[in-house]
């Protein structure tokens, strides 16, 4: 290939599969010779590469079925909702407009108010991993405050007002070695932890100057936790505004070295985006599932990009999902305007359904729309996301007939070891004595079409 010149990369049609090959070639018909997946097309990404075609959006077999149901409850309009307790019941909190904390128990049809703040809004609620503590925060704005939902205790959050309009607020709560701890911005390119029930500052660090080695030219937004508590992303910016999602260790930035939001050797700068707070989840302690593919200058939108938090490395990519919130639970969730469900490892759709939810709730196995008039649309699956030779006649007949899941998720326990089942969520779950939920996900699993 000539050196100096553009590339193309065109798509064959098949998945994300493509060809590269360099603009003076394509114009004189010559085939392309190199597999955009070599290590040596990897070495040409920074060079001047334009898409040619579109990928493939892959439709894979599936028995899976979005089942829906309304639950009446009395509840304020709300404008933010998260799942709430630990185990499978269907508990949720919600945020209302002017500040008012909702907890949903729509197992029992119960709302009741458990705390309010006087906030400006738009605001965004965020619950600890145990529901001790709520945090309700201006999305754009300076100002957030914590709730310890025992003792009504409030903490104060701010935040300096710099381009806080665009930025969404930095916030996070993470448990750390048995020690409930809060995450957040107090000035634009600096983070602070804090232990909840002593106020100890766990990163406490001299405010570094411009020019030296520690500051950073980077905006914190939106920060998500994985699910282990080990990393965090920061789905932030730099000037000139570039969108760059940063991750690095909680652990080593908690316990070893209080620089290693800024510059540690975990910190990666994981792409460079034209936006940044955008969709994006965790699908374990090490791989980030990110909205859209490509960078400034080309890219799609409706895409998912898997992402290696540790090295920063593009794990791999596929077409079809909406940028919209995003879920993970063996399978990726995509909750915009219609409700779709992806295998991640095969990069493939499982699931479209028109229904819209706001949330999902890895405990209870459910998605939940944001009330309206008295009710509550509740989204729940059924069928198995990926072929199981041990989901035999006679296991399904078992959960079929089981009409009291608190006492007889054993025998289906008995059933799926018998049939050697593989799944070990789903075994342990038939193994747990409780309580569980009204609606027994374990079921709806093995539930036929």
């Known amino acids: 290939m000539p050196a100096g010149h553009g590339f193309i990369e065109r798509f064959t049609g098949a998945g994300v599969e493509s060809e590269l090959l360099c603009e003076a070639c394509a114009a004189n018909g010559a085939a392309a010779t190199l597999d955009a997946n070599d290590e040596l097309v990897a070495r040409v990404r920074d060079a001047r590469v334009r898409f040619e075609g579109a990928p493939q959006v892959i439709e894979l ?78 999305k754009h704005g300076t100002r957030g405050e914590i709730v310890e939902l025992a003792t009504d205790r409030r903490i104060a959050v701010d935040r300096a007002g710099y381009h806080e309009d665009v930025c969404r607020f930095p916030f996070a709560f993470v448990a750390h070695r048995g020690r409930d701890v809060a995450i957040f911005a107090p000035e634009w390119n600096r983070l602070a932890a804090f232990d909840l029930r002593t106020g100890e500052a766990l990163t406490a660090r001299p405010t570094p100057a411009s020019g030296d ?4 030219d980077y905006f914190h937004c939106g920060l998500d936790v994985s ?3 080990t990393m ?35 910190r990666r700068d994981l792409d460079w985006r ?12 090490t791989r980030l599932a990110i909205a859209g593919h490509g960078d400034m200058d080309r890219s799609f939108p409706t895409a998912i990009d898997i992402v290696d938090a540790r090295t920063g490395k593009l794990v791999r990519w ?45 405990g209870a196995k459910q998605f939940a729309a ?21 989901a035999t006649d006679r296991v399904r007949a078992v959960a079929a007939s089981i009409d009291d899941p608190e006492a007889q ?31 027994c996900w374990a079921l709806d699993r093995l539930a036929r079409r």
Do not use: M
């Open 61 to 138: 077999a599936s028995e899976l079925a979005l089942e829906l149901h309304d639950v009446e409850i009395a509840c304020p309009a709300l404008t933010d909702l998260k799942p709430f307790g630990a185990g499978d019941r269907s508990r949720w909190l919600g945020l209302t407009a002017d500040g008012r904390v909702v907890e949903l128990d729509l197992d029992r049809r119960e709302a009741r108010e458990l705390a309010r703040v006087a906030i400006p809004a738009p605001l965004e609620l965020h619950v600890s991993s145990r529901g001790e503590f709520v945090a309700v925060v201006a």
């Open 213 to 216: 080695r520690h500051y950073i």
């Open 227 to 229: 699910p282990g508590g």
């Open 232 to 266: 965090i992303a920061d789905n932030g910016w730099v000037w000139q505004p570039l969108g760059v999602i940063a991750t690095w260790n909680l652990e080593r930035w908690l316990d070893d070295n209080v620089w290693e939001s800024e510059d540690g050797l975990s």
């Open 274 to 285: 034209e936006d940044w707070d955008v969709p994006l989840c965790w699908l374990d302690d």
């Open 318 to 362: 596929f077409a079809g999902p909406d940028a919209a919130e995003l879920a993970f639970d063996r399978v990726l969730f995509s909750l915009g305007e219609a409700t779709t469900v992806w295998d991640v490892e095969r990069g493939g759709g499982l699931l479209r359904s028109p229904h819209r939810f706001a949330r999902y709730h890895a």
């Open 370 to 390: 944001l009330p309206s008039e008295g009710r509550i649309a509740i989204g729940t699956l059924r069928g198995l996301d990926a072929n199981a030779a041990w």
């Open 409 to 439: 998720l054993g025998i289906l326990g008995d059933a799926l070891d018998d049939a050697g089942c593989t799944d070990d969520e789903l075994l342990a779950h038939c193994r747990k004595p409780g309580p569980h939920g009204r609606h």
